[in-house]
């Protein structure tokens, strides 16, 4: 079989390796237009609990975090000049260009032939009689432009701006950095990647970025320029949490994430197969789905898959795509709702106290249960937290509403009316005369939907409105409504929506709602 991989990054040199490696008959040629010594960006950080597969294939990603990387637990939260750390979950992080190096000489050593500085033509590779070609050639593929109509491949660009960053200051693991500066509310991710070498990614909304001045490099510029008025900015917007440390720079520019959904990963022209791999296939944000473990992920089905169907690539390409898609299908439904508190950090940021600016943090995209799993203690203070202020557990704490008291946070809404043990408040689409209301406002199916809805709670809020309820629409638009009703204009909100007692009391603790309706069963 001979085979042909676009892209010499990770994600193409390990199923390169893995291919040649399986069985040595197989010619495997990698293109890859940069050198060997180009990388850009910093660190890349793999969970415990998705290491074992890719080791199970090859030890080298294994080899390259226990020589080269760090490791850590916990994760650590800071807002408001106050620390909150997290554990149960393990991550370990290495220097991008140290996995590459590892990988170069792993394909290498089995007999990979890796053509540097080479732009491969899709084209040619198609007509040039491979079995396979695999395009890992990273979200902007040009493999998969050529098979876009097969592909049916869709975009969606979050709203936030971002820029990849290192640093000099130690951080002992994964840390989030909050800050409000004098133009708006920046946020880092912050992790140690070894070689006394941090990676440091700042997020920001637009207006914040605009406010900054930060919009004036040009980002279609070749790759290499890196944006130092940024740098210098956010060296100065952080020097507090640096401890003197100075922030690195690499092809450091601000970008949108682009989240690629692809219908279809694999094609054929006449004799050629293709398969799409990692960020030529999908991309999920990085706050949830590292790319490289994805793409490394992807590497090991498509090997297995072809290892297990011999000279049937069609058939290994169809296990590959039945056996990867809801998978990474799994990793992008969870990486929405992340992404999307990034998008909104500032409004969390001013409205919540620290720990529960943490515990909201921490539940973007997991329920109080799971999140009790990973750290029993960490939950249990948040809870005591909660109790202290308001004498009793979230689902059973009272409510002063409009002049009125709600014995809990588990209500009814029936017809035009929330009705709880001892009241009621009507429910309207405005004020229906004399006395407190509620506005009902539907969430659309669709964020892109938004905007109306989320100018009738502003509306609704302004004109009295003593309470806004949601319903309708998906969990994250119900959710995305009733922060904007209570973060951002002050109002009460009510979640409506068939909740069972763990995700009631996640949105309750979280500061998302005030109130639950539709059921919260056990």
């Known amino acids: 079989m001979r085979v042909a991989v676009v892209g010499g990054g990770p994600g193409g040199l390990f199923v390169a390796a893995l291919l040649r490696s399986a069985d040595?008959?197989?010619?495997?040629?990698?293109?890859?237009?940069?050198?060997?010594?180009?990388?850009?960006?910093?660190?890349?950080?793999?969970?415990?609990?998705?290491?074992?597969?890719?080791?199970?294939?090859?030890?080298?990603?294994?080899?390259?975090?226990?020589?080269?990387?760090?490791?850590?637990?916990?994760?650590?939260?800071?807002?408001?000049?106050?620390?909150?750390?997290?554990?149960?979950?393990?991550?370990?992080?290495?220097?991008?260009?140290?996995?590459?190096?590892l990988l170069q000489e792993r394909a290498a050593e089995v007999g990979v032939e890796v053509r540097y500085a080479t732009e491969a033509d899709p084209d040619a590779l198609l007509s040039a009689g491979a079995d396979l070609v695999v395009a890992a050639d990273g979200a902007n593929s040009r493999v998969r432009a050529r098979f876009a109509g097969t592909a049916g491949a869709t975009v969606e660009t979050a709203s936030a701006k971002f820029i990849w960053l290192g640093t000099t200051y130690p951080f002992a693991g994964l840390t989030f950095v909050h800050e409000r500066g004098p133009h708006g509310v920046f946020a880092v991710h912050g992790y140690p990647i070894g070689s006394g070498v941090s990676t440091f990614i700042v997020e920001t909304d637009e207006a914040s970025w605009r406010a900054a001045g930060l919009d004036a490099f040009d980002v279609t510029q070749p790759p290499g320029p890196s944006d130092e008025r940024s740098r210098a900015y956010l060296e100065e917007l952080f020097a507090g949490q640096l401890d003197g440390a100075e922030l690195l720079?690499?092809?450091?520019?601000?970008?949108?994430?682009?989240?690629?959904?692809?219908?279809?990963?694999?094609?054929?022209?006449?004799?050629?197969?293709?398969?799409?791999?990692?960020?030529?296939?999908?991309?999920?944000?990085?706050?949830?789905g590292s790319g490289t473990k994805?793409?490394?992920?992807?590497?090991v089905a498509l090997a297995a898959a072809l290892d297990a169907h011999g000279d049937d690539v069609d058939a290994a390409l169809a296990a590959y795509e039945a056996a990867r898609q809801p998978q990474v299908a799994r990793i992008q439904d969870a990486a929405r709702p992340s992404l999307s508190w990034w998008e909104h950090?500032?409004?969390?940021?001013?409205?919540?106290?620290a720990w529960q600016f943490a515990y909201h943090f921490l539940t973007r995209s997991l329920t109080d249960a799971r999140l009790r799993r990973r750290d029993e203690g960490f939950v249990a203070q948040v809870h005591a937290r909660w109790a202290a202020e308001h004498g009793a557990e979230p689902l059973a704490s009272p409510l002063e509403l409009a002049g009125r008291r709600v014995p809990g946070r588990v209500v009814?809404?029936?017809?035009?009316?929330?009705?709880?043990?001892?009241?009621?408040?009507?429910?309207?689409?405005?004020?229906?005369?004399?006395?407190?209301?509620?506005?009902?406002?539907?969430?659309?199916?669709?964020?892109?939907?938004?905007?109306?809805?989320?100018?009738?709670?502003?509306?609704?809020?302004?004109?009295?409105?003593?309470?806004?309820?949601?319903?309708?629409?998906?969990?994250?638009?119900?959710?995305?409504?009733?922060?904007a009703a209570r973060l951002e204009h002050g109002a009460a909100a009510l979640l409506v929506e068939d909740a069972d007692a763990d995700t009631a009391t996640t949105a309750v603790l979280s500061g998302r709602t005030d109130l639950v309706a539709g059921g919260a069963r056990r």
């Open 24 to 101: 040595p008959r197989r010619e495997v040629t990698v293109y890859e237009r940069n050198r060997a010594e180009d990388t850009f960006g910093f660190g890349v950080v793999f969970s415990d609990a998705t290491l074992a597969g890719i080791d199970d294939a090859d030890p080298v990603l294994r080899t390259a975090l226990t020589e080269h990387g760090v490791h850590w637990d916990p994760i650590e939260v800071r807002v408001h000049g106050e620390r909150l750390r997290c554990g149960g979950n393990g991550m370990a992080a290495v220097e991008r260009r140290t996995l590459l190096r």
């Open 412 to 483: 009814e809404v029936a017809g035009d009316a929330v009705r709880y043990p001892g009241g009621a408040l009507p429910l309207a689409a405005g004020p229906p005369g004399a006395g407190p209301w509620g506005l009902a406002v539907t969430a659309p199916d669709a964020e892109q939907d938004l905007p109306p809805a989320l100018d009738a709670v502003a509306a609704g809020v302004r004109a009295g409105a003593d309470l806004v309820a949601v319903g309708g629409g998906t969990p994250l638009t119900r959710r995305l409504l009733c922060e």
């Open 345 to 353: 950090v500032g409004r969390s940021h001013d409205a919540l106290p």
């Open 249 to 288: 720079v690499n092809n450091s520019r601000w970008s949108n994430f682009r989240t690629l959904r692809t219908r279809r990963w694999t094609a054929r022209a006449g004799r050629t197969a293709v398969a799409l791999l990692g960020d030529a296939a999908h991309t999920a944000h990085f706050s949830v």
């Open 294 to 299: 994805m793409a490394m992920e992807d590497a």
